[in-house]
C-alpha cells in the first residue's frame, strides 16, 4: 500500500494544522492507521491512532485534547487535525498502515509507511 501525507508547514505557537494522507493500493477500510512523529535525535514515537471502522481511537498523553485523529473511509484518507501547537511539536509526521483493526501505539504493529511531512512550531 502507498501513503502519501501532506498539510505540513511552519506555524506559529498556538496555531493548529491538519495533516492528511491519502492512502492506496489496499482495502483501506479494513486497516488501523496511526500518525507518528520523529524529531532531530529522537525516536519515533506515536502520535494518534484510529481503529479500521473510526470508533476506537489512541492518543499519547503529550497531544491527548489537542490533536483530533479521523478517516473517511470513502475517500481513503486519515486526517491528524492538530491544535494548540507548541515547539515541541516539531518534528517529521508520518503516516503508517497496521497490520491489525485496532489502533495501538508499538511502531512494529504498522507495516506500510508514509513518506513524511515536516512540522515546525515556531514564532
Known amino acids: 500500500v502507498q501513503l502519501q501525507a501532506s498539510g505540513g508547514g511552519l506555524v506559529q505557537p498556538g496555531g493548529s494544522l491538519r495533516l492528511s494522507c491519502v492512502a492506496s493500493?489496499?482495502?483501506?477500510?479494513?486497516?488501523?492507521m496511526g500518525w507518528f512523529r520523529q524529531a532531530p535525535g529522537k525516536e519515533r514515537e506515536i502520535v494518534a491512532a484510529?481503529?479500521?471502522?473510526?470508533?476506537?481511537?489512541y492518543y499519547a498523553d503529550s497531544v491527548k485534547g489537542r490533536f483530533t485523529v479521523s478517516r473517511v473511509n470513502a475517500e481513503n484518507t486519515l486526517y491528524l487535525q492538530m491544535g494548540s501547537l507548541k515547539p515541541e511539536d516539531s518534528a517529521v509526521y508520518y503516516c503508517?498502515?497496521?497490520?491489525?483493526?485496532?489502533?495501538?501505539?508499538?511502531?512494529?504493529?504498522?507495516?506500510?509507511w508514509g513518506q513524511g511531512t515536516q512540522v515546525t512550531v515556531s514564532s
Open positions: 503508517a498502515r497496521s497490520r491489525t483493526s485496532v489502533p495501538g501505539a508499538r511502531l512494529n504493529e504498522y507495516d506500510d
Open positions: 493500493g489496499r482495502v483501506f477500510s479494513s486497516d488501523a
Open positions: 484510529i481503529s479500521s471502522g473510526g470508533a476506537l481511537t
